[in-house]
């Protein structure tokens, strides 16, 4: 790790700055926070003349952020310091913002095949590859302090924690509409829980959707980027609206099916048997903790228990909950997903999709279960319900994989020690 220094940490109300700042503190920087909301990623004008003196006052000599601000980048290769960025958002269109090549950059993106994307196809050299990490003492800390009672409202059988992303941001409907021909045709279907082959990508490389229309329709929706920006159209087609889609599709049908069995109802009328591994069976207490709207979906409807705070109610959701569900979004397409990792830090059984770093970071069966397909995911689910010490011994050996490869420790040498750039 570079020398130590002063930093500024810039911050947007990202969920765990806190815990980054008190990191960085841990590892001897001076660590003084910048608080002010970014109205404009690339021509934020007020932003940068507050923050271009508050760096000279402090002698600050670099910036740090959760997820990449190009406002930041400018104004730090104005100040000649380096901004190190810290991505845990995918997609994040603001990598595609022209200032990403500026050479103050360090940004750190916990997706490898971003960074590979971005080196390869853009030629973007200030991009290099950090996975995410979690604090395991904070969150001790957090379950360690809350009371019996509160464990016990959040202790459940299985849980899902995050976006349904029933709200006006799904443009899917909106360029496509509902026939499900629109939807055979952009790879939707064949993606859904197919996580080793690439429809979507392939439709587009194949003309299955007319780009030219595409653009012009994603322009009146205001998808489009502008002239700051080098994303290309089927770049933001994929990530904003196919992959998205596939994301909604996902956790609908996978939540609905959670739901149809924690409510004794298998969907088909047999009822399935958990000790064989096949499905689950009988009633199970079953929870959904989203901001998202579900009127429109009475099955999950009735297990919609509202949101949780990140710092004090989300660590006893993982905690207490026998399983927990990561259902991906399918922008991320290799890396490890911050929910992962905070539900190992607080000692949660992870039942998650494949994904590739998942696989290349942590032993299946034995720190993590990963499923492939949908039906996998509720044999998986009932087995694990059923077999509690080999459960406890996966999210023990979780919990130690994330203390041992993925604290902040780790985390800020790699994005303090970049390759060269």
Known sequence: MEEKMKLILYSWNANNEQILADNLSGLG???VWFRKECKHYTRDM???????????????????SFNYFPMLSMICNTCRIPYYAWVYDCPHFTLYAKQIALPCNRIGIFDREMVRHLREDHGIDTVYHVPLAADVPYFDGIIEQASTEEKERFRCDISFVGSLYTDAHNYYDR?????????????????????HEDHLGQAVLDGCI???????????????????????????LLAAVLEKKVTVEERRILLTRMANYSAGNSGTGNKPDADTGKGLGGQYDFRLYTGSDTGALPALDLFHHGTVDYRTQMPLVFAGSKINLNISLRSIHSGIPLRVLDIMA?????????????????AEGTEIVTFDS?????????YYLSHEEERRQIAANGKRKVR???SYLIGLDRLFSPPTL
């Open 404 to 406: 041992e490869a993925f």
């Open 374 to 382: 949908l039906e996998d995911c509720l044999a998986k689910a009932a």
């Open 46 to 64: 007020e932003l940068a003349m507050e923050l271009l003196p508050f760096i000279h006052a402090h002698g600050a000599e670099a910036v740090v």
């Open 29 to 31: 920087f001076e660590v």
């Open 210 to 236: 007319d780009l030219h229309m595409m653009q012009t329709q994603m322009e009146k929706l205001g998808l489009m980027l502008g002239e700051d920006y080098d994303a290309k159209p089927e770049e933001i």
């Open 346 to 362: 607080c000692g949660g059984f992870v039942l998650s999709n494949w994904q590739p770093e998942i696989a290349e970071y942590f």
């Open 175 to 195: 360029l496509f509409g509902t026939a499900s021909k629109a939807a055979d045709e952009s790879g939707i279907h064949r993606q859904c829980f197919a996580y």
